[in-house]
């Protein structure tokens, strides 16, 4: 009896994983504009109407990545927390982490990244405050170990290194031919974004 609610969790997880795997999957081959939510119900093997229990509208489905990151991610954080590393480490390997998840589709990230920050700006964005958290753990970690500055503030170098996480996850996703090329050059997302975090970290460090 008390593990029924569980069951039908674990059954509504499993149904919505599978939605969102079957749009993924129609996304990388059709493209995202020409895949229909019919395509992705009759892929995904249920009724439109089950769709729409799930995700509001085809963008929302793009949402459901980000969501699965920063679940590894808090999945991983005690271990994260605890190891013997100092913190510029861990917080430059965060934000790795975090961006490995565009790197399989350059064209699809656009659309995940324009979903993101239409989401940002929602009432009941929740994402926002658990990557706060993990975040805010490792710099007041690093700050009591003395290998961050001790006058720093932890919403201000958070705001700090996850706008710098956006905005070259944005010049990456968005470099193609013509204007934007020429401002933005293209680049390796995992290296530059490993290259400007450290300098950011050289600020912070004690």
């Not at 009724?47 to 990545?65: C, I, M």
């Not at 201000?156 to 944005?170: I, N």
Request: proline content about 2%.
């Amino acid at each position: 009896m008390h593990d029924e609610p569980s069951r039908r969790e674990r059954k509504k997880e499993e149904t919505r994983h599978r939605i969102f795997h079957a749009a993924i999957h129609l996304f990388r081959e059709r493209g995202f504009e020409q895949t229909t939510v019919d395509d992705i119900t009759e892929k995904a093997d249920v009724a439109k109407g089950t769709f729409f229990n799930y995700f509001p509208r085809k963008e929302a489905v793009l949402g459901y990545l980000s969501e699965e990151r920063l679940v590894a991610i808090e999945e991983n954080a005690p271990a994260l927390f605890a190891a013997d590393r100092n913190a510029r480490e861990k917080l430059v390997g965060v934000y790795l982490m975090a961006a490995s998840a565009y790197e399989e589709d350059q064209e699809l990230a656009r659309y995940v990244l324009v979903e993101l920050m239409r989401r940002a700006f929602g009432p009941n964005e929740e994402n926002a405050y658990r990557w706060h958290a993990i975040i805010e753990t490792l710099l007041r970690q690093g700050r009591e170990r003395g290998e961050l500055r001790a006058d720093l503030s932890f919403e201000r170098a958070e705001a700090l290194l996850t706008g710098v996480y956006f905005s070259t996850l944005f010049q990456w996703a968005c470099c193609r031919d013509g204007i934007a090329r020429q401002l933005h050059p293209c680049f390796q997302l995992q290296e530059e974004l490993r290259v400007r975090m450290n300098l950011i970290m050289e600020g912070l460090a004690s």
